[in-house]
Every structure is written in C-alpha cells, then in structure tokens.
C-alpha cells in the first residue's frame, strides 16, 4: 500500500501554523487609555469593572481620572463604568484583529467618559446597551469606533443628553436659589446672634451695674450701721455717766442735807412748845366824848404852844414793773429727706439773733436718733425745742 505523503505533511504543516498563530495572538495586548469624569462630583468611589467574554475579570477603583488597561487581543471586552447615584456607561472592546495586522501593533486607544447624575423622572434605558462599540477597522488597519453602531443609537443619546442639560440648568438655579437663601438665612442668623450678643452684654452690664449698686448700698447701709451703733454705744456711754454722776451728786445731796440736819439738831436744843395765848374778851365800845369847845377866857401855860403839831408824812409809791421784753419773732423751715436706708427730717429755727437746725434720723433697721447743731441730743430736748414751735 502507498500513502500520500506530501498532501500529508502539507496538512500538519498549516494546522502547526495556525496553532501558533493562535498563540501569538494571545499572548499580544492591545492598550487603551481612558478618562472618567463625575459631572458635578468627585471620581471618589466610582469604578470601572472589566468584563472579558463574559465574565468579570477585574474592577479599577482607584486613579481612575487617567487609566490604561492591557486587553488582550482575540477577545471580547466590556468596560461598564459606574458610580451611586450617577447613570452607568459602558463600552465595547472587540480585539479580534487579522494576523498580519497583529504583527505591526496598534496605537493606545484614547477615549473619555462622562458620567452624569441620575434622575427619577428620566428614562435612562438606552445606555443598557454600550454607548460605544471599539473594533479592528481595516480601512485605517487600527482600531476605531464602529460608526454604524453609534449612528444607531446617536437620536435616543443626543435626546437624553438635552434632558441632563435642561435637568442640570433647573438644578443649577435650585442650588443657587438655596445658596442664596443658605446665605440670607445665615446672615439673619448672623444679624440675630449679633443682637443676642449685643442684648447679652447689655443685660451684663446691667446686672453689673445693679450689683455694683446694691454692693454699694449694702457697704453704705453697713457703715451707716456702724456709725449708728458706734453713736448709740456712746450716747448710751454718756447716759449712764450723766446717770451715775447724777446717783452720785444726788447721793451726794442727800449725805450733805443728812449732815447739816444732824449738825443742826445738835447745835439747838429742842425748843419748847409755846403756850396757847388766852382769849381776852374784847370791852365794848363806849360812845365818843363830847368835844370840848375852847373858851376864850382859857388861861394859857406859860412856855407851851397850844397849838397842835403838824407832822409830815412822806408817801413813797411802790416803782412801776418793768416793761416786758418783747418776744423775738421765731421763723420755722422743716424738710423731709427720703433715702434708700433712712428717712431724715431736718427743722431751721432761727431768730434775728440767733440759729438752730435739728435732725431726726430713723433708719430702715428700727435704729432713730437726735441731732442738734451736728450734736447729739435727747428725744426729750427734740421734742420741747424742735418741736415746740408746731
């Protein structure tokens, strides 16, 4: 039997060419550098998770303003792009490419992706499907975006695009209208504790002030205390000296009245009681003689005057009394003084010739004293010359 040698060897010759063109192939990269940006927030905690033929193959969540990835070539890729709270993009990878091709590499493949926030009311379900599809083109021999694909679904793109844009104006003038009424409110906010704090400090040096005054009082009231009691002690002093100098002159008194008694009592014996004068009847009265007429044959005596003697009595009158004195016309002035702690009355006597100014002090704590001329006096010398005149 005879075999076909050649055709044989052929066969095993291109199978052996194709399985390590197989190989090469996967062992090629194609690199692609992409962008990612958060309309109106940060790339902090978005992710891109890399799908290859079907299934995940790893997640980039870091750095992700500027990234590259490495896709191998002769496979299917799916780059979905995502954040909370924004709508997902994703786009697709086929880097099936000839092999004639694969030899001379391909150029980064740049590209940008722009994620924007999700809203409740838009219909958002174009982009379940990738808004981009990237394959080998042959006409440029590199890759590219497949035009027919985007042209596709370009209208339903373009139509939600025009809804974010009209969504983020409305958004945009809410969140200035609230930063306006943000900074209104913190500026009434403002004006208000500026207010409090101004009350606050007026009310401050208010109590500071009553405090102050009421401190004040309290020192006054106590030393006008202390000068109360310091006078009381010493007119209860001068009283109980003028009492005991008065027990001691009236003691006095009546030791020098018992003495000159008992050294009259020696000095005259006891006189006896002298008798009852007897009661003598009174005569009865005669009738008068008759006058004698004198004749004028009478003998006269020799070396005597006949004639009665005259005697002259002088009569002196008692001197009329003197005339009084008149009474010095008395002027009065009273004036009421009303203090926090004591009540003052104040009376002016005066005469042509002569001044006195009385004061009755009664203080809140029951204590009253009496002044005369800035000297302390007696309730009694008060009363019978300040108010004598009442």
């Known amino acids: 039997m005879t075999f076909n040698v050649l055709p044989l060897k052929r066969t095993l010759f291109l199978c052996a060419a194709l399985f390590c063109g197989a190989q090469w192939l996967s062992a090629q990269t194609f690199t692609i550098n992409g962008r990612l940006k958060i309309e109106g927030g940060s790339v902090e905690g978005a992710k891109v998770v890399v799908m290859k ?73 174009v982009f379940n499907q990738p808004v981009g599809m990237i394959h080998y083109d042959a006409s440029v021999d590199d890759f590219d975006y497949d035009t027919d694909y985007t042209k596709s679904i370009q209208s339903q793109l373009e139509q939600i ?62 030393a ?33 009245a018992r003495r000159k008694s008992e050294a009259a009592a020696k000095a005259e014996p006891p006189k006896k009681p002298e008798p009852l004068a007897k009661v003598e009847e009174k005569p009865k009265p005669q009738p008068p003689p008759a006058p004698k007429r004198a004749g004028v044959g009478a003998a006269a005596v020799a070396g005597e005057d006949t004639r009665r003697a005259t005697t002259v009595t002088t009569a002196s009158e008692d001197p009329p009394p003197p005339a009084a004195e008149p009474v ?10 009303v203090e926090p702690n004591q009540v003052i009355t104040v009376i002016h006597l005066w005469t042509d010739a002569q001044k006195a ?27 019978s010359e300040a108010l004598a005149t009442n």
């Open 53 to 125: 033929d079907g299934q995940k193959e790893r997640t980039v969540s870091s750095g992700l303003s500027r990234f590259s990835l490495e896709l191998e070539l002769g496979h299917s890729y799916v780059l979905s792009f995502e954040k909370d709270g924004f709508v997902t993009k994703k786009l697709a990878f086929d880097t099936h490419v000839p092999a004639s091709s694969a030899e001379n590499g391909f150029q980064p493949f740049e590209y940008a992706v722009s994620l924007f926030k999700q809203y409740d009311d838009m219909n958002t379900v």
């Open 328 to 337: 010095a016309q008395v002027s009065r002035k009273e004036e009421l003084i």
């Open 357 to 383: 100014e009385y004061k009755k002090i009664v203080h809140k704590y029951g204590a009253v004293f009496y002044f005369k001329n800035g000297q302390a006096c007696t309730q009694q010398t008060y009363q």
């Open 224 to 256: 006008d205390k202390a000068r109360a009691d310091a006078l009381a002690a010493k007119q209860a002093d001068e009283k109980a000296k003028a009492d005991a100098a008065a027990a001691a002159k009236a003691a006095a008194d009546a030791e020098a």
């Open 161 to 222: 695009q025009q809804q974010v844009a009209q969504k983020q104006l409305e958004e945009a003038a809410q969140n200035e209208a609230n930063a306006k009424a943000a900074a209104e409110a913190e500026k009434n906010k403002a004006k208000a504790e500026a207010e409090a704090a101004k009350r606050a400090a007026a009310d401050a040096k208010e109590k500071a002030r009553l405090e102050k005054e009421q401190a004040e009082a309290a020192k006054k009231a106590e």
